[in-house]
């Protein structure tokens, strides 16, 4: 786990300098050593360079950039298959002299070329400087667990872990994208693969970029989608034959991220995603396994149910109560690690939490992604049923009926902005061809509405619903809601928080729950074993009550919360008051100050409101002057 960046610059900037003040930037991510090397060639400067967190081969054979041959590399993330991949190598006639994954990945890449990432099952950003070829290839893993950001202007092509490295370039063009603006005032995060900044993007997940030195090109090929899988035939197999498979992939991929030369442990919520990492790791095991949880003083506390799990499956339990004001103190600096504009409050108890783990381990095992493989939402049943509701109206009446509501939705509604916009929502699905409902309403339950945006923002956009999935290309409706949550929300709100969350302390975090065998496997099982109407994740739960008595288990889910808007309304008011006045909207120039000051006067009075606008607001004004000002 580290940070790597770098760039190709046909141009005459100061390139060591530059490069090495890339690597300090983000140095949190890897403060165990760091590698910078320049390749001068005939028509431009190749830079590459690495801050290193050591996880595998502690030693200096670990150091990065990695040269053999005519390749060089830079690497973030972990391949927990290298050794069988290295035994392979090996019968091919391929010798090593470290112990790292790094080296299997040279070697694996010059064996079997682009297609080496078939091979790998892992989490990984990486980039490979092919001189022969004259060529730069940069690999993204399937799910979009370790992140990866490239830029292209005026002869600078450059690439890195977090955007905060391009900053330290000089000729880097920091100019806000207002479709990005608009884009994360919508979902609360910047989706894939758009970035705040223009001319820079996210690199999509199970995706190559490659560029090409001499014709100054960049491609951009996938390799792996998700898609692919839920559009094959579904398994015919039984219930009892599905949950023993997923259950050995489980253990496979439990055990597999369990491979590092530190000590690792695992992020126990006692919910039933982490409490069925945590069990499965401890009944393989003689020795206690490492678990962590985060007790708080207000707001949901899920850390008493922790605790009552690690007792019963036995592990080496930390529980640590977090207060107030050390939560608090997180929000200022927000900003920093998540160098785009980013409003997922729960951001805040994962930092906290990764504090916690990291005084002991530097591995964190964390079981995100069950609701979105295995059909946990609540919401998912609403969906369902509205969706069955609209497909019973006939096709002739769909007009009529859009139109009527529209005009009610327009009416005076006192402080009811919620209900206006699924008012209007109703009008507008009203309107898609049925195929098209599921995921196009779906889509809207997680947005900020057209009608908001279009007077909080001072420019009016147009905005296009990415990923809105058909539904014949589905066997049932709420596969493609899971299929858009996890191309959406996981990717690009979930997997960022935790990067960004562990990496701040220099903690690797692992997500056994997204490895590929055990998505690919999951979605091509009947949706009644996943979800059957009544059961939410019925199979991942069904395997947890092998290890952990059903009574222990069932209560409502309540996940992460702290209480943010009180805090916001007491004593972190005058806060709020600086960011949010007028001469600090006035600054960022993107919203209309009168907007702003009314959703602030409502939210302070106590009016029934979005208070989730006020946070979006709020990041968005700490981002700008963290990085713009």
């Known amino acids: 786990m580290c940070g790597i960046t770098g760039f190709i610059d046909f141009n005459s900037s100061p390139a060591i300098y530059s490069l090495k003040k890339m690597v300090a930037a983000m140095k949190h991510r890897g403060p165990n050593d760091n590698g910078d090397e320049i390749y001068t060639e005939k028509n431009c400067v190749v830079g590459f360079g690495q801050a290193r967190l050591s996880i595998i081969d502690l030693s200096i054979l670990g150091h990065q950039p990695m040269t053999y041959r005519q390749f060089s590399i830079v690497f973030n993330g972990e391949i927990y298959n290298y050794k069988e991949i290295s035994f392979e190598l090996r019968k091919l006639g391929h010798t090593f002299i470290s112990g790292s994954?790094?080296?299997?990945?040279?070697?694996?890449?010059?064996?079997?070329?682009?297609?080496?990432?078939?091979?790998?099952?892992?989490?990984?950003?990486?980039?490979?400087?092919?001189?022969?070829?004259?060529?730069?290839?940069?690999?993204?893993?399937?799910?979009?667990?370790?992140?990866?950001?490239?830029?292209?202007?005026?002869?600078?092509?450059?690439?890195?872990?977090?955007?905060?490295?391009?900053?330290?370039?000089?000729?880097?063009?920091?100019?806000?994208?207002?479709?990005?603006?608009?884009?994360?005032?919508?979902?609360?995060?910047?989706?894939?693969?758009?970035?705040?900044?223009?001319?820079?993007?996210?690199?999509?997940?199970?995706?190559?970029?490659?560029?090409?030195?001499?014709?100054?090109?960049?491609?951009?090929?996938?390799?792996?989608?998700?898609?692919?899988?839920?559009?094959?035939?579904?398994?015919?197999?039984?219930?009892?034959?599905?949950?023993?498979?997923?259950?050995?992939?489980?253990?496979?991929?439990?055990?597999?991220?369990?491979?590092?030369?530190?000590?690792?442990?695992v992020f126990l919520s006692g919910g039933y995603d982490s409490t069925a990492v945590s069990a499965i790791l401890q009944k393989e095991r003689t020795d206690k396994i490492r678990t962590f949880t985060i007790g708080f003083e207000e707001g949901n506390?899920?850390?008493?149910?922790?605790?009552?799990?690690?007792?019963?499956?036995?592990?080496?339990?930390?529980?640590?109560?977090?207060?107030?004001?050390?939560?608090?103190?997180?929000?200022?600096?927000?900003?920093?690690?998540?160098?785009?504009?980013?409003?997922?409050?729960?951001?805040?108890?994962?930092?906290l939490v990764s504090k916690a783990a990291r005084k002991d381990v530097t591995v964190a095992l964390s079981a995100d992604a069950g609701d979105e493989i295995f059909g946990g939402y609540r919401s998912y049943l609403s969906l369902q049923k509205n969706?069955?509701?609209?497909?019973?109206?006939?096709?002739?009446?769909?007009?009529?009926?859009?139109?009527?509501?529209?005009?009610?939705?327009?009416?005076?509604?006192?402080?009811?902005?919620?209900?206006?916009?699924?008012?209007?929502?109703?009008?507008?699905?009203?309107?898609?061809?049925?195929?098209?409902?599921?995921?196009?309403?779906?889509?809207?339950?997680?947005?900020?509405?057209n009608s908001g945006m279009n007077k909080l923002l001072n420019e009016k956009y147009e905005y296009s619903y990415r990923n809105i999935l058909s539904r014949d290309l589905f066997h049932d409706d709420i596969s493609v809601a899971m299929a858009m949550d996890y191309k959406n929300y996981l990717q690009d709100d979930i997997l960022t928080k935790v990067d960004r969350a562990t990496m701040s302390v220099s903690l690797e975090g692992r997500e056994p729950l997204l490895d590929h065998r055990l998505v690919e496997f999951a979605a091509r099982l009947p949706i009644e074993y996943k979800y059957d109407g009544k059961t939410p994740k019925k199979i991942l739960k069904d395997i947890v009550y092998k290890y952990i008595p059903k009574e222990m288990m069932d209560r409502p889910k309540s996940g992460f919360s702290l209480p943010i808007n009180s805090w916001l309304k007491g004593d972190l008011k005058p806060f709020v008051?600086?960011?949010?006045?007028?001469?600090?909207?006035?600054?960022?120039?993107?919203?209309?100050?009168?907007?702003?000051?009314?959703?602030?006067?409502q939210f302070s009075s106590g009016a029934n409101c979005d208070q989730s606008v006020i946070w979006r607001i709020l990041q968005f004004q700490m981002w700008y002057k963290r990085w713009m000002s």
């Open 387 to 449: 969706i069955n509701l609209l497909n019973k109206i006939p096709g002739q009446f769909n007009k009529l009926l859009s139109t009527t509501i529209s005009s009610i939705s327009k009416f005076p509604i006192g402080n009811y902005p919620l209900l206006k916009h699924e008012l209007a929502t109703l009008s507008e699905v009203l309107k898609i061809k049925k195929d098209l409902r599921i995921s196009y309403l779906f889509d809207k339950m997680k947005s900020y509405s």
């Open 577 to 601: 008051e600086e960011m949010l006045s007028e001469s600090m909207i006035r600054h960022t120039g993107f919203m209309n100050i009168q907007e702003v000051d009314r959703i602030k006067n």
């Open 301 to 351: 506390n899920e850390a008493p149910f922790a605790k009552a799990i690690s007792k019963y499956i036995g592990t080496d339990h930390t529980e640590y109560y977090c207060t107030t004001k050390e939560a608090k103190e997180i929000i200022p600096e927000l900003s920093f690690y998540f160098d785009e504009p980013f409003s997922d409050s729960s951001a805040i108890p994962t930092i």
């Open 101 to 265: 994954d790094t080296e299997v990945i040279l070697h694996a890449y010059e064996q079997w070329g682009e297609d080496c990432v078939h091979q790998f099952i892992g989490m990984f950003a990486f980039a490979i400087y092919d001189k022969q070829k004259g060529r730069i290839l940069i690999f993204r893993d399937r799910s979009g667990v370790k992140p990866l950001f490239y830029y292209w202007k005026d002869g600078l092509f450059m690439f890195s872990s977090e955007l905060k490295a391009f900053h330290e370039h000089p000729a880097f063009h920091k100019e806000v994208s207002a479709e990005s603006v608009s884009l994360y005032f919508q979902y609360g995060f910047v989706p894939s693969p758009f970035s705040i900044f223009k001319y820079c993007h996210k690199l999509e997940p199970g995706s190559i970029l490659t560029f090409d030195v001499e014709k100054k090109s960049t491609n951009i090929q996938k390799y792996w989608d998700i898609l692919d899988y839920y559009k094959m035939p579904q398994y015919k197999i039984s219930y009892k034959e599905a949950i023993d498979k997923v259950e050995e992939l489980l253990i496979s991929a439990c055990n597999y991220r369990m491979v590092s030369d530190v000590p690792v442990g």
